[in-house]
């Protein structure tokens, strides 16, 4: 028997388990120190208006630069940290941090509206709730310039729940969008029901946007539900000019993507957005409240 999780449940020891395992641990343990090392960024993605090219927004994402390991890609580390419960510890210092950055944005008056990315698990804490109103206010920052992106999988589960924490959330005043659209096995009963402001078109279905017809079909008929029930979209993954008039002449109002730029540090990011043109990146209430 081995122990996972850490919170006694236990499974079986297969033999062809042990490289996995053990590279499985070697990795936990590896993020646990770089955790300690300070190894770990956050680095911004702009969410940009397809109607004018404005900032409406940044997607905070992880990076991290081991020592020996090298850049280690999320899709590395985030599942092992899921699996092995270090993603609460993780989730909150990127909360903390992405935090922490829209403030300062915010007290320099070039306010941002920052979305983080949150896992099943790090939602479904039974403090989560807490824990994001007293870093916002720890931190000073207006509510409305954060942004948690939930998975489909952290919506199936447990319907009563779930909707009490995404009121609670709401009524901090945060926005919630939903992360990955469409690629989850969740109904559309929850769209109407939770209290959500915007659905981020996965890039799989952008990919083979204007020419694959199913990309097409799946990708209009969400942004058109989306009007219906007025909620915002975004277009993730965005890398062709043609993606993006695509998605702009279907109203979709904004996209993220190597198009615009990838992922930048903090400073990088800064010296991006003033090549912008200067509009929204915040809240319409926030917007007339700064001018
Ligand atoms: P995601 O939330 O769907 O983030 C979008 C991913 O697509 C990012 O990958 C981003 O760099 C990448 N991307 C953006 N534009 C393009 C494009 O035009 N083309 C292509 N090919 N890719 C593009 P990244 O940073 O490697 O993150 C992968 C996933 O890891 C994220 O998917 C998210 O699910 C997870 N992740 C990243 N940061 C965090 C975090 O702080 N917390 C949690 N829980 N998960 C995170
Ligand atoms: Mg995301
Ligand atoms: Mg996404
Ligand atoms: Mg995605």
């Known amino acids: ?133 007293a870093v916002i206010r720890a931190a000073g920052l207006a509510p409305q310039l954060l942004e948690l992106e939930l998975t489909e999988s952290i919506l199936i589960r447990d319907a009563n729940e779930t909707l009490g924490r995404l009121h609670a959330l709401a009524d901090l005043g945060v926005a919630l969008s939903i992360d990955d659209f469409g690629t989850g096995y969740s109904s559309l009963a929850y769209l109407k029901r939770f209290p959500i402001s915007k659905l981020k078109i996965d890039r799989s279905f952008v990919t083979g946007l204007p020419d694959d017809e199913g990309d097409r079909a799946i990708v209009s008929a969400t942004i058109g539900m989306a009007r219906g029930l007025k909620l915002k979209v975004v277009a993730e993954g965005v890398e062709t000019e043609a993606q993006r008039d695509y998605l702009a002449s279907l109203g979709c109002e904004s996209f993220q993507g190597f198009l615009c730029t990838p992922g930048l540090s903090a400073p990088a990011f800064e010296r991006f957005i003033t090549r912008l043109p200067d509009t929204a990146s915040m809240p319409l209430d926030l917007q007339r409240l700064t001018i």
Do not use: C
Request: glycine residues 6%; without cysteine; hydrophobic residues 40%.
């Open 1 to 133: 028997l081995v122990k996972s999780r850490g919170r006694g449940s236990f499974r079986f020891y297969q033999p062809q388990m042990n490289v996995n395992l053990l590279s499985h641990l070697k990795m936990d343990h590896a993020m646990r120190q770089a955790m300690d090392k300070g190894l770990f960024r956050l680095h911004y993605q702009p969410q940009i208006s397809l109607a004018n090219g404005s900032l409406q927004g940044a997607e905070a994402l992880i990076r991290w630069t081991d020592d020996e390991l090298g850049e280690v890609p999320p899709s590395m580390f985030i599942p092992l940290a899921e699996e092995s419960g270090f993603i609460t510890t993780l989730g909150t210092w990127v909360l903390e941090e992405a935090v922490r950055q829209a403030s300062q944005w915010q007290n320099r008056g070039t306010p941002v509206t920052v979305s983080v990315n949150v896992s099943a698990l790090q939602f479904h804490q039974a403090d989560f709730v807490e824990t994001v109103a």
